[in-house]
């Protein structure tokens, strides 16, 4: 059975997957922040994160306090070594993807990633998508 996906692939993957896991433990400790406090915007509403709380004097002594919490969880630090991880796996992975490219457009997609967010993003998604069983050795 031929691989799908390749290394550059995988740790793509897993980088991503580590920064939207600690992204997620950071937000539980705002919402458990949230509720503990009985945080409620004036129209009655409970707020999912502390950016979405309404009263600016709130928010600032609960983005403070939330802040502290995360530090002292440790996830601060985590989440900026994972982000730096899926940038590494980023550059590898469209490293690999402008090499599979064809030589015309090839010099085009280098500049191009460097340059536009949005054409960086759209070479991810397409290298990241991409059966490499499809591509010659």
Not at 20 to 41: L, M, P, T, W
Not at 52 to 57: G, L, P, Q, V
Not at 88 to 97: F, H, K, P, Q
Request: net charge negative; charged share 30%; with cysteine.
């Amino acid at each position: 059975m031929k691989k799908t996906t390749n290394n550059f692939q995988r740790a793509y993957m897993i980088a991503k997957a580590h920064v939207q896991e600690v992204e997620s433990r950071q937000k539980e400790i705002e919402k458990k922040y949230i509720a503990e406090h009985g945080i409620v915007n004036p129209d009655g509403s409970i707020p999912e994160l502390i950016y979405c709380m309404e009263d600016d004097a709130a928010f600032e002594k609960a983005n403070e306090e939330c802040s502290a919490l995360i530090v002292a969880a440790g996830l601060e630090d985590e989440l900026n070594a994972a982000r730096d991880a899926l940038k590494s796996a980023e550059d590898r992975l469209i490293v690999y993807g402008l090499s599979i490219a064809p030589a015309g457009v090839r010099a085009t997609l280098e500049k191009g990633v460097k340059e536009n967010f949005t054409i960086r993003q759209k070479v991810l998604d397409l290298v990241f998508r991409l059966d490499v069983s499809t591509v010659s050795a």
